[in-house]
Nanobody, 123 residues
């Protein structure tokens, strides 16, 4: 499956931004979808993931209550709505897809990755 992320940009702290990730190709393999991010000089970290039905979602503690992941399977698209943005949310955000949905998502659980989209939050 191929993933194309979009929606990154520059926001002030406290603002909102929405990301989208469209899947194409073998979309049936995108059972689990997620978002990760990587800040300069840091390792890539988990942000959020969602099951095929959307009934189960996991979030990193750092974004709980501020970010919401959702998906539209008819459009083969996963979304990440980011509210109350903080400067520490600045990173390149990557969407990812995997064939199995795990309760403790890790980078290795995802088989396909998008190209990344930059999110910058100014203070």
């Amino acid at each position: 499956v191929q993933l194309q992320a979009s929606g990154g940009g520059l926001r002030q702290a406290g603002g909102s931004l929405g990301l989208s990730c469209a899947a194409s190709g073998r979309t049936s393999s995108a059972y689990s979808m997620g978002w990760f991010r990587q800040a300069p000089g840091k390792e890539r970290e988990f942000v959020a993931s969602i099951s095929w039905s959307g009934a189960v979602r996991y979030y990193a503690d750092s974004v709980k209550g501020r970010f919401t992941i959702s998906r539209d399977n008819a459009k083969s698209t996963v979304y990440l709505q980011m509210n109350s943005l903080k400067p520490e949310d600045t990173a390149v955000y990557y969407c990812a897809a995997g064939e199995v949905f795990y309760s403790d998502p890790r980078i290795s659980d995802f088989d396909s990755w998008g190209q990344g989209t930059q999110v910058t939050v100014s203070s």
